[in-house]
């Protein structure tokens, strides 16, 4: 496995973890509870991660070839909750038995 794509790995189970973080705790407690701090947090947290996410899958699209299909469905399963997570047991994973 590429350098980007350790990289990339890294990221998108962070950004997984931070959108559940976001969905599971930040928007009951702001619907629910009426706290709504941990939303603008995890939100904040979740935005910033998400743009490095998108960076880092470009760095990957162009450095480790990765087709365009393949590119646009790492971007298309970041919107998915677990999505990421998917993607990569499935497509990055695979990386380590070539």
């Known amino acids: 496995m590429d350098k980007a794509e350790k990289q990339f790995k890294m990221i998108a189970i962070i950004e997984g973890w931070s959108f559940m973080l976001l969905l599971l705790i930040g928007m009951p ?3 629910y509870a009426g706290i709504p701090l941990p939303v603008k947090l995890l939100g904040w947290m979740h935005g910033v991660l998400f743009v490095a996410y998108a960076v ?12 365009f299909m ?9 919107f998915i909750p677990l999505g990421t997570f998917w993607f990569e047991r499935k497509y990055l994973d695979e990386a380590k038995y070539i």
């Open 29 to 31: 407690l702001k619907y």
């Open 56 to 67: 880092l899958l470009l760095n990957v699209w162009l450095k480790c070839g990765w087709s």
């Open 70 to 78: 393949k590119a646009l469905l790492a971007l298309a399963v970041s």
